[in-house]
């Protein structure tokens, strides 16, 4: 099955979002950045994850839920670790 094209946008916007980020963000802080619906992201980042372009950071209390929760962050090249 082919991915949709609004798939593709919003993997991009995640990865827009995350790119101008300094810190991890959680699903649930990317929904609301991306004034998305609820569990866009959670969709989203695994293929992000499998696709080698964001990785999981830990888990903390989420900004807007409380909960703990996976965060997330670009995963930089080697080129950038130099």
């Known amino acids: 099955m082919k991915a949709s094209g609004l798939d ?5 916007e995640i990865l827009e979002i995350l790119i101008g980020q300094r810190s991890c963000m959680t699903a ?6 991306l004034e998305a619906e609820r569990y866009t992201a959670c969709k989203r ?11 999981r950071v830990g888990n903390r209390p ?3 839920t409380g909960r703990t ?13 130099s």
Do not use: F, M, Y
């Open 8 to 12: 593709s946008v919003q993997k991009q």
């Open 45 to 55: 980042l695994p293929e992000l994850e499998r696709a080698g372009l964001i990785h």
């Open 28 to 33: 649930r802080e990317l929904d609301i950045a």
């Open 69 to 81: 929760a996976t965060t997330w962050q670009i995963k930089k090249s080697r080129s950038q670790n």
């Open 62 to 64: 989420c900004s807007i």
